[in-house]
């Protein structure tokens, strides 16, 4: 099948599912007792005060039934509107543009992060293969995994924003307003993301390596006489590289789920935040609207992992 | 409603104050050129400094400006660009800020004289036609005002002279001057709102020492000094306020927030009193503590269940070590309470003492109430670090006299339903914010009250709180809930635990803190005794 057809037929698939997932969301969110208005409003307003509840539920549209209320959502959602906030008051959608930014560059950085400290260190570690540096390199990936994000996040904090003072403790500066405080704001947030994922590409990588070094091909290239360096970079480190994209794909969906932490943490205004506070407040727009992006995210990120899959084996060009 | 104070909770018990506050009869007058007033003495050792941003840190963003649309999530900030009516003293009682007089014509009348020369931010005159504005704007259904309901008794606003308005209610509304002390209260550009109500809840324009200059959400927000505040022209403080501007960062984790403060980054916090000790020592910062209008109670349902037999909430409440409680859970920093209003509230009764620490006592009830054997009892506690350690610590002394309190930890929303449904013998109680008076015992005991659902009643604590509803006068006012906390004591009608302390830091650079003064007089202090930088400098 050519490439663009079957882009064509994982859009539409995708679209089927973003459906699927936006109708189970919805429903499943009026099943949860309770909604934004009684968790908001149960420890600060008179429950008994029918005026002040129900003016406060038909502003958001909560005293229609749940079928109106996923109708109306659709429409207005398709049209750009993505309701209120219950939670805050401002409009969702004006709330995502204002956070996805924020999230993008986090997710960016911590990407490079990881890719930086991943990849060479799984390298390195195939390379020198149970020697003394492949065991430091296990062990420091696994210590990155291991550590509790929120852990490294403050001990990070304490050391460069208390001890040595050289980066600012918590807090965002957009990059169009001051860029070197930015990027200083920013280092230590994404270093902790990154360093996660970095420890869990570097096994990869070592394991692919190793794989792929192992092979009938490398051998041959070898008897050829072909030098340790050519062989890993021009005929290992491509195919070896096929799992680690399938990897950083999905670590890179999977990231707003450690982003919450990183961005409570350093204070950072961003969408994994935004998203968490809402499923504790019951913020049915802000919740919608967060899983459908969520969904949008893992669906497009599957879609360029599978397209950059071709490019680097041709071997696995579609074929349906 | 658990009692942990922070700025979410200092949201949640300014709301339920200022919705009590609508409910609370209030003393006849209040008045006072601004010269005369106990508290305006502005008697520095060491002259005010202009200049400087003053930095602090929140855990939650404000959400909306205007007071009355929903949600406000920092009353605190909130307070810097909008100012009140009325604020509060150090007994908790209205004086009056935005006004210069308010009297009781009659018990259904009263005549508000406004201070003279203030101005909103746009320029627009803070002036009676723009108050009666703001009131009408407020119960007007298309406004979509949460604060609607606590104007309820009101019938009219007439506009007497350019500075004075005649108001007329349906009831006997003494709790009129605490209302104006809360939410309503806020004085709100009636021409901003006209021009454009939706760009109001961004862009408030209050009578404030301070101008919104920058707003991020869920990331800072910066004000700018008000060169045209009123207070600074008649205190005679012409360069009031003195930081050139505020700038609150949102840090929802305390210890981040901790972080900055001790990196320089912020030059005030609100501590968790865990994060006490590791400030105690610091050279460069200095912490208050403070006495809180909050209170940490029990609830006991005594319509249903066990708990209608006094014996055993009088058990319970003499099995609980409310000493061993505070060094546990609060690290001592909170009061031990009596009863229900603090203290240093004008209603708190003198003559109660804390209930005593006897659990002999407690098996002794038990058995004659005919559980010698011990006594399985159900409830909830709000679901937060703090309530679980809370939780365990009562479960534990519960069970030392034969109680097994099964108690499940809650959310906010399962909480609520399982208060609405009286499905519980004990549980979380307390109230955040007690300022007016009959907001709490209205709440918690009146079958109108919003954390009732009928799970109290007790008839000579109602007639004591319609009587003080409608009671003008102070002094008769004030015994009406001295008797109703004794009615309450004497009952055993809840479990009350202590009354809540916060802890304050502040970088050893600011000036201009009189800590005794503030204690004597809090909100209005607070307020009219701004701070200021050391050289001028953050």
Redesign the interface.
Known sequence: MAMGSYICVRLLHALVILALVTMLVFVIAQLIPGDAVMAAMASSVDMNDPAVVARVRHQFGLDQSILVQFSNWLTRYLTGDWGTSIGTGQKVHAMFIQRLPVTLELFLGATAWSVMIGIPAGIISALKRNSVVDVAVSTGTMIGVSIPSFWEAIMLIYLFGVVFPILPPSGYVPFAEDPLLNLKSMVLPTFVLGTHFAGLLARYVRSSLLEVLSQDYIRTARAKGLSERAIIVLHALKPAMIPVVTVIGLAWAHMLAGAFIVEVIFAIPGLGRMSVDAIFQKDFPVVQATLIAVSVNVLVVNLLVDIVYGYLDPRVRVNQ | ??SNPDRREF???F??AA?GAMLAPQSAAASGALRDQPWAVWDYKNKPVRGGYFRTAVER?I??MNPN???V?DWISMNYFHERLMLTDGEYKPVPWLLEELKFEDPQTVLMRLREGVEFHDGSKFNAAAVKYQMEWIRD?KS?A?T??WLAPLVSIDVVDERTLRWKFNVAWAAFAGVMANAPGFAMSAAALQADVEKY?SEPRGTGPYLLEEA?????LKLKRNPNWWFARASGNSEMPYFDGIHI?????P??RL??L????IDALTLDKSQYAALKDDPSVTVYRLPASHVNALRFNTTKGVFQDVRLRTAVSHALDRKALIAGTQLGFARLASCMFPGDHWCHNPELAPVAYDPALSKKLLAEAGHANGLTVRGYYINTTMGQTIAEAVKNMLAKVGIDWQVDLL???????R??ALDYDLASSGWLFIHDPDLMPT?LYHP??????GRSKNDAAIALIEAGRREIDFDKRQKIYWQLEKVLYDAYEDAWLWWEETLVAYRKNVMGRDHENLLKYKDVWFWSHPLWFKDGKA
Do not use: C, E
Request: glycine letters at 10%.
């Open positions: 409603m658990d949201v949640l018990g709301v339920a919705f963003y959400g909306k649309h929903w949600p999530l259904p979509n949460w609607a309901a809840d991020s959400p869920d990331n800072f960062s949102v840090i929802p984790d210890a981040v972080a900055n001790r990196a320089g980054k959310p906010a929303t399962a909480l609520a339903t208060m609405q709440g109108n009250g919003g954390f009732n659902f």
